[in-house]
Every structure is written in C-alpha cells, then in structure tokens.
C-alpha cells in the first residue's frame, strides 16, 4: 500500500497486515460513536511531534491506517507521516462511519 486513501471494504475485518490504526477523531467523537479495539488514539496537532519521539522506532514502510470522522481530518495526518519518511500510509474514505459499517468497529 503507498500513500493512498482505501475503503473500509479494502481492509479484512481483522485488520490483518495493518501494523498500526490510528484514530485522530476528537473525544467527543469518540465518545458519541464508539472506538475500535487497538487502534491508537492521537490527537492530530501533535501526530509530527509523536512520530518523531515516542514512536521514532516504527518502521518507515509500517502499515499504517489512519481514520478520522472524516477524510479532512485523517487526509492531513497521512500527508505528515508521508512528509516524516513514511511510506505506507492510508486514510480511510467515510472514516470510522466506513469502518463501522464493514464491521471492524
């Protein structure tokens, strides 16, 4: 996978091959719609910060799926891991709505 937006019907329900999924939707989002078990929660303004402490030791080529409400909120935070060297990044199109439908939520 490059850097790319994918359906949620792209991804297995178990999310097989997936090295990390990133939730950057806001806590209310959260708490109104449901999480998805496993996937990592950051808030989008300090994703750069993330990856270049915590998370400096995730492979470049990871996959890594991020999700959002919507695809303006998980579109710019592909676009800073894709500007911090990574190189197998994806949003996913219609977000956790999306995922939820397909049943990974």
């Known amino acids: 996978m490059a850097n790319t937006r ?17 939730d950057v939707r806001a806590p209310k989002g959260r708490a109104e719609n449901g999480e998805i078990a496993g996937a990592i929660i950051l808030p989008k303004p300090l994703v750069s910060q993330i990856f270049s402490g915590a998370f400096a030791s995730v492979p470049k080529d990871a996959r890594i799926v991020v999700f959002c409400g919507s695809v303006n909120g998980s579109g710019p935070v592909v676009e800073t891991l894709t500007g911090l060297g990574f190189t197998n990044v994806a949003d996913v199109d219609g977000g956790f709505a999306a995922l939820k439908e397909r049943g990974i939520a």
């Open 6 to 22: 994918i359906t949620a019907a792209e991804l297995p329900t178990d999310l097989a091959g997936t090295d990390l999924l990133i």
